[in-house]
């Protein structure tokens, strides 16, 4: 079949989806510079035909009226724009920017980057350039509402935040915490077809689901129901019996590991019979699974984002990494793991270790900095309270905090106190109509892309290279490029050197990953739907990427010496409380594509509520019910389900909108962040980490 490589020609296009992390391939078929079909690439050996809903929905998207397709400027109150021109724009904002960063000085001006951007290669490199132009040192993303968590116990164990994730190619007892693949599609661990890998190791052994609600997941496999934010309790009880009972690989925590004896004797009191009312598991059951996971020669233990958010979230991911480690599945195949490598050399794969954990550095209430980002919680504080260091300018790049961060609806009120606000954003969003200018990105359809950030954490290795499908709409420019044309308007360019991002990346594919030679942008020109990555997972020496200068893989130190005596501490949980957890669903994608009709009209957000919990508060299927905290409330609308378990209600977010997308304006839903904990002292201590899960919160007919 004839492909066509030129943006917008009519014919078939070959691309990928970058709406989620299993950058599925697609094909697009223009006519009349439209894109009229979206299928999947069956061609495209990684994915291999998987697509979902959101992919296609990509080119709606793309071609929706209501997106910002030439630069606005702020003519009158939050939402009331003008269009101008590109030069104007620019020159506006690099005069203004210039001058309040001159004023105020560099502190005084924050970035926030959100989660589209960082699907992309150009995309991401742009945030990062301007970032280092700019000497940009106030960077807020979605992290600590995600992956803060992980990077921080990757980091205290390995010395390196390079991700570790199961070889599910090989795994015959997979135990998942906290994720629910068959709808995320995986995070941090690009499997594309990750269905279709959880069912062959069920096929080969078991898949157990650790999650409050019964999930699309759960439902498939084996399902352990647990309390929300129980997860720490559970998995040191694990631990606690896999190294009490001497199931322990020993050998390998003799060969690699440092502080066995410690970590034993600190968690020694963490017994089944202690967690077992803290996490809702029986203490039997919770024996059983760690006996069985020692015993499973090709085991995995995994967790995302359910266990990432709650109180203790660093240590539960600390404890995850731990029972990997001491039931020896790291690095074995069917274990845990790094990538193959990907484009990094060893020594690149190595993070720069705790360097770039900073406690108690915010500025105004200290809170810890993971991975050189912010904690969100600090987010209004830092604009809102004066001094040295208070921000002053502000510019997001595809990011929707006022929806996506907690305590998102108060965030105008810092934004009001800007010199200038710059929005880089495909709408007018319920963030962006705050801007003083709202510049037009185009779409992932609209650029020509490159996996390059994802190779070192693919099951599968696979490298691909897309020209754009269309050419931009409107004046719509990608990230990249607007970011340097800015950066060198205010005479900073050089940060960005004199390379391309493709430059960049054919020179890191031509350094060569081990394993494979002859990579280069060209190879991957010449095989437009990708090429496979040869090398073997574990074909390389995992000691050579430890950061720690001892060169050991640490199983105990101060900071889960801190967290398991605060732990220790933890007073008995409220046995009334309804506490709440987050959902994902597979026709929404955080806040961003609410707007294509296709996708929303059978996506209403309900809150899951038990029957046992609605029958005592008069609660029926359908009702109106307001849902609070401390921190705000919301009506939203109650659905009575046993797929919740008792004393846990589920909402996801990224509803309630109120930006220039008309369809999603009129739709019902709430911000969930209007009600989630949104002071800084509700951030973990330790990494800044956002509570997004498992906190009380109460629930009435409306
Ligand atoms: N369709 C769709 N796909 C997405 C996204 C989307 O919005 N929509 N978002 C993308 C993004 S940004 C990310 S980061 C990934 C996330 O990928 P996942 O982590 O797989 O995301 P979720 O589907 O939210 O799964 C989290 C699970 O944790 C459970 N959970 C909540 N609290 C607890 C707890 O205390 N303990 C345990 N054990 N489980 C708990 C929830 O019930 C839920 O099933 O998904 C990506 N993929
Ligand atoms: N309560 C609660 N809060 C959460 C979560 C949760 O589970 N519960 N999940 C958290 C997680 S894991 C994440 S990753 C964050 C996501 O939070 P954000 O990263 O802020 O993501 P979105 O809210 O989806 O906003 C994305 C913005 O990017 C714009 N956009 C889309 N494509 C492009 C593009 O190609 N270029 C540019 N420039 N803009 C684009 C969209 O219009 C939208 O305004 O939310 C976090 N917040
Ligand atoms: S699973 Fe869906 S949203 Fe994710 S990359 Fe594939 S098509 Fe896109
Ligand atoms: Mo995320």
């Known amino acids: 079949m004839a492909f066509t490589t030129i943006p917008g020609a009519d014919g078939d296009h070959v691309t990928y989806c970058r709406v989620c992390e299993a950058l599925c391939g697609m094909v697009a078929t223009v006519e009349g510079g439209r894109i009229v079909k979206v299928r999947p690439d069956r061609d495209n050996p990684h994915s291999r ?17 209501d997106r910002v397709t030439r630069p606005l400027k702020r003519v009158g109150g939050p939402g009331e724009f003008a269009p101008v021109g590109w030069d104007e724009a620019l020159n506006d904002i690099a005069a203004r920017l210039s001058a309040s960063i001159e004023r105020h000085g560099p502190q005084s001006f924050a970035m926030n980057t959100g989660n589209p951007p960082s699907m992309g290669w150009p995309s991401s490199m742009g945030n990062y350039l301007f970032q280092r132009a700019l000497e940009c040192t106030k960077l807020f993303t979605p992290s600590s509402e995600d992956i803060t968590s992980v990077v921080l116990a990757t980091e205290l164990i390995f010395g390196t935040h390079a991700f570790v994730f199961p070889d599910l190619a090989q795994c015959e007892h997979l135990l998942i915490f906290g994720s629910n693949p068959l709808v995320s599609h995986g995070s941090l661990m690009i499997a594309p077809r990750f269905k279709e890998d959880l069912d062959a190791i069920a096929e080969r052994g078991r898949v157990i689901v650790v999650d409050p609600r019964r999930t699309e997941t759960a439902r498939k496999f084996e399902h352990v129901s647990i309390i929300p934010a129980g997860d720490v309790w559970l998995l040191g009880a694990m631990l606690n019996t896999i190294l009490g009972e001497g199931l322990e690989d020993r050998a390998f925590l003799d060969a690699y590991g440092a502080g066995r004896d410690e970590l034993a004797a600190a968690i020694g009191w963490i017994t089944p019979e202690l967690a077992a009312p803290r996490c809702g598991v029986e203490a ?3 024996r059983t699974l760690a006996r069985d996971f020692a015993a499973a020669p090709r085991a995995a233990a995994m967790g995302r984002i359910g266990i990432c958010r709650a109180s203790y979230s660093t240590l539960t991911n600390y404890f995850l990494h731990l029972l990997n480690l001491v039931g020896g599945k790291f690095h074995r195949p069917g274990g845990v793991g790094w990538g193959h490598g990907g484009t990094a050399t060893e020594a690149q794969a190595k993070g720069p270790g705790q360097a770039r954990h900073k406690r108690h550095s915010s500025r105004v209430s200290g809170q810890a900095s993971v991975w050189g980002t912010q904690a969100s919680l600090t987010f209004l504080e830092e604009m809102t309270t004066p001094g040295e260091g208070q921000i002053r300018s502000l510019l997001t790049v595809g990011a929707n905090p006022v929806l996506s961060m907690p305590g998102g609806p108060r965030l105008p009120e810092g934004f009001a106190t800007l010199d200038l606000m710059v929005s880089i954003d495909l709408y007018m969003t319920e963030t962006s109509r705050h801007a003083h200018y709202i510049l037009p990105a185009t779409t992932a359809l609209e650029r020509e892309d490159i996996n390059q950030f994802f190779m070192n954490h693919m099951v599968r290795p696979f490298a691909q290279y897309v020209p754009a499908v269309l050419p931009p709409a409107g004046e719509a420019r990608g990230e990249y490029e607007i970011l340097r044309d800015l950066a060198a308007r205010m005479g900073r360019g050089d940060a960005f050197g004199n390379m391309t991002p493709f430059e960049m990346a054919d020179g890191a594919l031509q350094a060569g990953i081990e394993g494979q030679d002859g990579l280069s942008l060209a190879r991957l020109k010449a095989n437009p739907h990708g090429v496979m990555i040869e090398r073997g997972r574990w074909a390389f020496d995992f000691e050579k990427r430890i950061g720690h200068a001892d060169g050991k893989i640490h199983l105990w130190g101060d900071i889960a010496a801190e967290e398991v005596a605060r732990l220790r501490r933890e007073p008995e949980p409220e046995p009334d409380a309804l506490r709440l957890i987050n959902i994902r669903k597979l026709r929404s994608i955080n806040s961003w594509m609410h707007n294509v009709e ?7 957000p309900r809150l899951l509520i038990h029957p046992a919990d609605a ?11 307001t849902l609070s905290t401390q921190w705000g409330a919301i009506e939203v609308v109650a659905e009575v389900t046993d797929e919740v378990r008792p004393g846990c209600v589920g909402y996801p977010h990224g509803w309630g909108h109120g930006g220039g997308w008309r369809g999603a304006n009129a739709l019902p839903g709430r911000n969930l962040n209007a009600i989630t904990p949104a002071t800084p002292d509700q951030a973990e201590q330790v990494s800044g980490m956002s509570l997004l899960e498992g906190f009380p919160v109460e629930v009435r007919a409306a």
């Open 49 to 65: 035909g998987h697509i979902c809903v959101k992919g296609p929905a990509l080119a709606d998207v793309t071609a929706d009226p």
């Open 284 to 286: 039997d059951a919770i």
């Open 598 to 604: 296709k996708l929303v009209r059978s996506d209403e």
């Open 615 to 625: 029958a005592v508060r008069r609660i029926e299927d359908g009702m109106p019910v």
